[in-house]
């Protein structure tokens, strides 16, 4: 095990405990796919701990763990009042003037934030709605963002804080029909990335692709309705399910591409 795999579950194994014996919740930074799926194969030494994540909005990538003892969770057992208990905060930067306003990429606006000395964990997913950009924060960061973003690249931007939990940006699909020999994954990514399956073996063995958080090394493993497939560096899709075979005994499938 690698050093620094180490040292992150060395510091579960210290959450859990400070969780457990002080009766308080406690939270990590935002974790990538890799440290969320140490995440999910944790197993606290101390009975009573229940461990949840969660990343600002529904299926979000980089989320934040939370480390809850059973004292509190009868307090907290409603899903919405217990997300609530997350340091999370979402900004909203928007163009100036939407008519000079330039086509900005995730990665656009990634560098400028990053180029304030904020450290990538302290920072969620950035979700780009229109010519509107969302930014999952750690709620120590909301101020600091909101009086220091005032550019991204040469669009002067305004900054506000997004309260609405209505206005929270919702997941787009692009919805993908086709015929695979079966719902194994390898096939599965080839049809969402319209890619060949021989290509996605490298991802798969490399750790690169994640089920419902959990990397899977196995080509052969198999989907089943309503799995979310993560894939570094291309993107993920919902597999919705199977419509039936054809004639050649392929089956039909359908998923849902985030876009």
Excluded: W
Aim: glycine share 8%; with cysteine.
């Amino acid at each position: 095990m690698k050093e620094q795999e180490v040292q992150f579950r060395k510091r579960l194994a210290d959450l859990a405990r400070t969780a457990y014996y002080r009766e308080i919740p406690m939270f990590t930074d935002f974790l990538d796919l890799n440290e969320l799926h140490m995440v999910h194969s944790f197993r606290p030494e101390e009975a009573g701990i229940m461990i949840r994540t969660f990343g600002g909005y529904e299926e979000a990538e980089r989320q934040i763990a939370a480390f809850l003892p059973d004292a509190l969770s009868y307090d907290y057992g409603e899903k919405e009042c217990f997300l609530s208990m997350y340091p999370i905060r979402c900004i909203r930067i928007s163009p100036c003037s939407g008519k000079f306003s330039e086509t900005l990429t995730h990665r656009d606006y990634l560098g400028p934030l990053i180029h304030l000395g904020i450290e990538r964990s302290r920072l969620g997913d950035i979700v780009i709605k229109g010519q509107d950009a969302y930014v999952f924060c750690h709620a120590q960061m909301e101020e600091f963002l909101m009086q220091n973003i005032t550019r991204i690249r040469h669009t002067t931007v305004k900054v506000s804080a997004v309260e609405n939990p209505d206005d929270l940006p919702k997941p787009q699909f692009q919805e993908i029909h086709g015929t695979v020999s079966s719902v194994r994954l390898d096939a599965m990514i080839a049809l969402a990335f319209s890619s060949s399956r021989s290509s996605m073996l490298g991802l798969i063995e490399g750790g690169k692709v994640f089920v419902n958080g959990k990397m899977v090394v196995s080509n052969g493993h198999p989907l089943k309705p309503e799995d979310i497939v993560s894939v570094r560096g291309y993107g993920k899709f919902r597999y919705d399910g199977m419509a039936g075979t054809t004639k050649k005994g392929r089956c039909s499938v359908t998923v849902q591409k985030y876009i």
